[in-house]
């Protein structure tokens, strides 16, 4: 879907009347999974071309969300993890290389990201609710899925292993 050129929420953080937010404002305010220290991928159409995140929701063992912009050759990741408050934290900026673009880039291929359908209706009680969005200029994706499988489990451990510690050393599913 297309973000409008005149997107209010891109200059400004969004208002919680959900009925009022686009795009990936109505995705973050249907699956509340943003904290209030993170900000929608409209809100970035000025400074970075092309963007991803991962927000993982786990029933055991917390909550993570990485991030990983683009703007020409600067590639920045940015992650934030929470373990029921009680540890974790927001690690610095993390400059990748233009070969961990092209992991992801290819990553994001083998999933299909662009073309895959945006909800999997399955649920459980022990697993964890991903939801993967990316922006490319004003296109936006989100793919909401409970613990995957395959390309899209690919895709998300990826970005925990282009975090490094502590991330890579939670078990994903």
């Avoid at 092309?50 to 050759?73: H, K, P």
């Avoid at 359908?117 to 922006?135: A, H, K, N, T």
Wanted: aromatic residues 12%; glycine residues 8%.
């Amino acid at each position: 879907m297309r973000i409008p050129t005149n997107c209010p929420y891109s200059i400004k953080p969004p208002p919680r009347e959900a009925a009022e937010l686009i795009a990936c404002c109505r995705v973050q305010a249907r699956y509340r999974l943003l904290g209030e220290d993170e900000e929608p991928l409209c809100r970035t159409m000025w400074t970075e071309a092309e963007v991803y995140r991962l927000t993982w929701r786990s029933s055991f063992d917390g909550d993570a969300a990485v991030r990983i912009g683009r703007q020409g050759d600067q590639i920045a990741l940015h992650w934030i993890y929470r373990w029921y408050t009680l540890r974790g934290g927001e690690g610095p900026v993390v400059l990748l290389s233009l070969v961990d673009w092209a992991r992801l880039q290819d990553a994001l291929i083998a999933a299909s990201f662009w073309t895959l359908d945006p909800e999997e209706r399955r649920l459980g009680f022990d697993g964890s609710q991903w939801l993967i969005e990316g922006r490319r200029k004003d296109n936006y994706r989100a793919v909401s899925r409970w613990s995957p499988h395959g390309a899209v489990y690919d895709l998300g451990k990826l970005f925990f292993e282009l975090t490094g510690p502590p991330l890579t050393e939670v078990t994903i599913y």
